[in-house]
């Protein structure tokens, strides 16, 4: 069994992929706080990133470099000295890899085995990993929710690269005896998401700014959404549970396990806000997206103890506070039309 997170992480040597994204910002942030050792790989600077504006990436050793480059990976981690990675790199939104789906395959897929191959030549080093994956990995199903032993069949090319991603990570771990497990999360959201055609950033920009908010689909699309800090203490929790390899070449489902329609969910983050009245543009459209999926989180609270903190009502909470300070816009002033 894992040991307890306060004592994991004191000292640890720990590098983390993506460390500008969503999750990979409040993870630095956590491993830093338990006494962690973090460095950073990362693509571009990015001064919106929450990783910058909480001057978090002061506290880290910076790598600058592509997934997609062997040799940048491998200097990441000598340079690191990494005994954990957390591999959160990749293209991360569906329109963007349908307009460049080349792009997208070579970062999220050969990231990977990038990262694997790191791992592997330098196990002296290395004792775990823990890729990021999502539920787009399981492809469309007519069963749901999704469960861990389910085939993993994406058809699009965000939805493939996902899939290819788990499948090189279990390659290595079944193959060499490496230490890596995978985390397939549905929609993460939580403060620090400036990815605006996102359902839950976008509305709250629109809403906090005094626009009419944009729903892409026609509304009846159903997702699972879970919060940042949950996923955070996923992450950690998978990798402590690593510690036991058995669970290595494993992936793991982690959701509030409450499937929600968008427009529910547009109607939950408005209550949030304040507002009663503001109709959104519904445009109909949201191609290669699939319409409805959502997971089971069993095998996680089963296996490795994990379970959601925070319902979505107590997240958005949190999510809508970290927006009003984004757009100076305090609570008193909000939109109330």
Not at 168 to 193: E, H, K, P, W
Request: aromatic share 8%; proline share 3%; hydrophobic share 40%.
């Amino acid at each position: 069994m894992a040991v307890t997170t306060s004592q994991a992480w004191r000292g640890r040597q720990v590098l983390v992929t993506g460390a500008t994204g969503l999750i990979g910002s409040w993870l630095t942030r956590r491993l830093i706080d338990l006494g962690a050792r973090v460095g950073v790989l990362v693509l571009d600077a990015d001064p919106q990133s929450e990783l910058v504006r909480s001057a978090t990436i002061e506290s880290t050793t910076v790598v600058m470099g592509r997934l997609e480059c062997y040799a940048d990976v491998e200097r990441a981690v000598i340079a690191q000295e990494a005994d954990t990675i957390f591999h959160l790199g990749a293209q991360t939104l569906v329109g963007a890899a349908v307009r460049a789906p080349l792009a997208t395959l070579e970062a999220n897929v050969a990231g990977t085995w990038n990262v694997m191959e790191v791992a592997r030549r330098h196990d002296d080093l290395v004792q775990r990993v823990v890729v990021a994956s999502s539920d787009k990995a399981y492809g469309e199903s007519q069963q749901l929710p999704y469960v861990e032993d389910m085939a993993l069949q994406g058809v699009s090319p965000y939805d493939v690269s996902k899939s290819c991603t788990d499948l090189v990570t279990q390659s290595y771990a079944r193959t060499y005896g490496l230490s890596a497990a995978i985390a397939r999360c549905g929609n993460v959201y939580g403060g620090g998401d400036l990815n605006w055609s996102r359902i839950v950033p976008g509305t709250l920009r629109a809403l906090l700014t005094e626009e009419q908010p944009v729903i892409r689909s026609d509304g009846t699309y159903l997702r699972d959404y879970i919060y940042v800090d949950d996923v955070v203490d996923a992450y950690l929790r998978l990798a402590e549970a690593l510690e036991d390899r058995a669970i290595s070449g494993e992936a793991f489902n982690f959701s509030e396990e409450r499937p929600m329609s968008v427009i529910e969910i547009y109607g939950v983050i408005c209550s949030a806000v304040g507002v009663t009245d503001i109709e959104p543009v519904v445009l109909g459209r949201a191609e290669h997206e699939i319409h409805d999926q959502y997971l089971s989180a069993t095998k996680a609270r089963e296996r490795i103890g994990w379970s959601p903190s925070l319902t979505f009502e107590e997240g958005l909470a949190r999510t809508v506070a970290w927006y009003r300070g984004f757009f100076n816009r305090p609570a008193s002033d909000g939109p109330t039309r």
